[in-house]
T-cell receptor
Framework: QKEVEQNSGPLSVPEGAIASLNCTYS??????FFWYRQYSGKSPELIMF????GDKEDGRFTAQLNKASQYVSLLIRDSQPSDSATYLC?????????????FGSGTQLTVLP | DTEVTQTPKHLVMGMTNKKSLKCEQH?????MYWYKQKAKKPPELMFV???????INESVPSRFSPECPNSSLLNLHLHALQPEDSALYLC?????????????FGPGTRLTVL
C-alpha cells in the first residue's frame, strides 16, 4: 500500500463546476497536509495546508481533513480553465523525518471551457 | 514574500561535464531541500539541509554533490551525470522543523544530459 494515494485521473469538469480531488494516507499519526498545484513544465505551487479536522477555506479552494478516515480532499468551486493542472497531495508522515514530505502521484485536472 | 530562486532555468550538459545548480532564498528559512522530478511523477527528495548542515541524503549517487555555503544559498554540483539524470531539479525551503513546516518551491532547473 502506498503511503499517500491519489486518483491519477485525468479528471475533467466543465467550467463553473466544483472539482473534487481526493487523497488518502496510510500513517494515522500524520499531522500536516498540503495541496500543491503544478502546471505542466512548472514547479509545484502551494495552494493550501491543513492541520485540523474539518474544513479550511481560501477563496475558491476548500481543503477538508478527516483524520479518522485518513483522507484529505480539495474542492475547487467555480472551476476555471486556468485551474487545469496536476494537483499534488503531500503529507508529513509521523514515522519519517519531520522535514520530509511524502507526495501522492498527483491528479491531473482539466477544466473544459 | 515566499520566493525561492533557482539558476539556471535550463541546463544542457554532456556526461563528462561539471556544472552547478544554484538556489537562493531570503525568507530566513533554516531548512533547504533538493528534489528531482521526472515527467508525470511526483518530486523525489534528494537532500535536506538544516541550519546549513546536511541532515538527509536519500541514497543519492555521488555524482550529485550538495553544498550549503550559508543559510540563504544551496548548490548542487553535478559531475559525470548519466542521460537518466535528465529531469526537473527543484529547490525548496521551509522555516523550521515541525508539524507545520511548509515547504516553498523554486521554479526549478530543467536539466538535460546528453
Amino acid at each position: 500500500q502506498k503511503e499517500v494515494e491519489q486518483n491519477s485521473g485525468p479528471l475533467s469538469v466543465p467550467e463553473g463546476a466544483i472539482a473534487s480531488l481526493n487523497c488518502t494516507y496510510s500513517d494515522r499519526g500524520s499531522q500536516s497536509f498540503f495541496w500543491y498545484r503544478q502546471y505542466s513544465g512548472k514547479s509545484p505551487e502551494l495552494i493550501m495546508f491543513i492541520y485540523s479536522n474539518g474544513d479550511k477555506e481560501d477563496g475558491r479552494f476548500t481543503a477538508q481533513l478527516n483524520k479518522a478516515s485518513q483522507y484529505v480532499s480539495l474542492l475547487i468551486r467555480d472551476s476555471q480553465p486556468s485551474d487545469s493542472a496536476t494537483y499534488l497531495c503531500a503529507v508529513k508522515l509521523s514515522g519519517g523525518s519531520a522535514r520530509q514530505l511524502t507526495f501522492g502521484s498527483g491528479t491531473q485536472l482539466t477544466v473544459l471551457p | 514574500d515566499t520566493e525561492v530562486t533557482q539558476t539556471p532555468k535550463h541546463l544542457v550538459m554532456g556526461m563528462t561535464n561539471k556544472k552547478s545548480l544554484k538556489c537562493e532564498q531570503h525568507m530566513g528559512h533554516r531548512a533547504m531541500y533538493w528534489y528531482k522530478q521526472k515527467a508525470k511523477k511526483p518530486p523525489e527528495l534528494m537532500f535536506v539541509y538544516s541550519y546549513e548542515k546536511l541532515s538527509i541524503n536519500e541514497s543519492v549517487p555521488s555524482r550529485f554533490s550538495p553544498e550549503c555555503p550559508n543559510s540563504s544559498l544551496l548548490n548542487l554540483h553535478l559531475h559525470a551525470l548519466q542521460p537518466e539524470d535528465s529531469a526537473l531539479y527543484l529547490c525548496a525551503s521551509s522555516q523550521e522543523v515541525g508539524a507545520g513546516d511548509t515547504q516553498y518551491f523554486g521554479p526549478g532547473t530543467r536539466l538535460t544530459v546528453l
